[in-house]
Structure formats: C-alpha cells, structure tokens
C-alpha cells in the first residue's frame, strides 16, 4: 500500500465504523437519517470522486472530524449529547451547545474544501479575494441548511423538531449562521498555510 493511499483507508475504516455505532439504538431513527445523510452522501461523492481528486491530508482529516461530529449528533439528537448536558448542567447554562459546535464545523470544514478546489480547479490564487468568496460560500451554504431544515420541519411537523434543534431560542437561526461564519474565517486565519503545506506534500512536492 503506498503511503498516500494509507490515511484516506484508515479513514474510511473508522468513518464506517463510527456510522455503525451511531447507528445502534439511535435517541430517534428518522433524527438519525436527517442529521447522518450528510456525512453519509459526502462520504460517498469523495469515494467516487477520488481517483480523479484526491483532496489533501488536512482536508480528508477536518472531513472526517465533521462527520463524526454528525454522527454524534445523529446518535442523541444535538439537544441531547451527554456530553454537552453535563456540560450545560455544570457550568448552568440554558441549554445543550453542542448544537453550536456542529455550526461552527460547517463554517470550519467547508473552507478549508472550498480553499482547495478553488486553488486547484480555478485561476483563482491565494489573497483577499480567495478568502472573501470561501467566507461568503460557507455562509450561504449554513443560509441552505437553515432552508432544508426549515422546509422539513413544516413538512413532518413534530417529527422533526430533533432536527430543527432551536431548544427554544428564536434566535437560534441566526446564531447558527453566525458561528458558520465565524468557523470559517477562523479557518482561514488558522490553517491556509498549514493547509498550503499539506496540499504540496499530497501532490508530491509540486507546487500549487
């Protein structure tokens, strides 16, 4: 097995059996299917899509710990983590976050995706411009889910109240946007070099 072939496989085995876990006596099984399809579709386009596009490390790795962050979330519903109860109890906060750790990651994760096909599939190249269109990107892409899950909740009412996940706060919506926002220019800010490094040592030296 070559050395760049290794990482991608020893993701996938941990992903399918993070899938399998979560999927054993979830909190709700149509909870389960709405917050797991995500990660479950991803998962599938990158298997099929990777002998024409093998992403980088970095990027497959961020991937990974987005979808077990769904998962996670599949399994209790995201108002109900454990975790995060002991946590809201401890500290007597007024509700279950990990809601908001979930938003922050799709701000974090998908600009560090957009940030590679961008430079590898486009003329675009690095600097503010680069930055402002992944930032706007991953903002419009958390606006979309707020859709989806506003669309599915009016359409199964109650069923999917799990999903929509609000916990009560009217503002839950733009809070929710907001840390996207906030998760992807954190990103940026963070990781565009270390991300630049991993892009060239997955193409084999050769410069982006």
């Not at 097995?1 to 979830?26: G, H, Q, T």
């Not at 690095?126 to 606006?143: D, E, P, Q, Y």
Request: charged share 15%; aromatic share 12%; net charge neutral.
């Amino acid at each position: 097995m070559a050395d760049k072939e290794r990482l991608p496989l020893l993701l996938v085995a941990a992903f399918l059996l993070a899938l399998a876990i979560s999927y054993i006596n979830p909190h709700d099984r149509f909870t389960w299917w709405l917050e797991a399809l995500p990660a479950i579709v991803a998962a599938a386009l990158l298997a099929q899509t990777y002998r024409r596009f093998r992403f980088s490390d970095l990027a497959y790795m961020l991937i990974f710990i987005h979808a077990l962050i769904l998962l996670v979330g599949a399994h209790y519903t995201y108002a109900q983590v454990p975790a995060f109860n002991w946590l809201r109890d401890a500290l007597d906060l007024s509700r279950n976050h990990y809601d908001r750790v979930g938003h922050f990651a799709q701000g974090f994760v998908p600009a560090i995706v957009a940030r590679e096909l961008l430079l590898r599939t486009s003329a675009m190249r690095r600097g503010k411009w680069l930055f402002a269109v992944v930032v706007l990107s991953c903002t419009g892409i958390s606006a979309i889910y707020e859709l989806i899950e506003w669309v599915t909740s009016a359409a199964t009412g109650e069923a999917a109240d799990a999903f929509l996940g609000s916990q009560g706060d009217v503002w839950d919506t733009q809070k929710d946007m907001a840390l996207a926002l906030v998760g992807a220019i954190a990103a940026l800010l963070l990781l565009a070099r270390k991300h630049d490094k991993s892009m060239v040592a997955s193409a084999g030296g050769a410069a982006l």
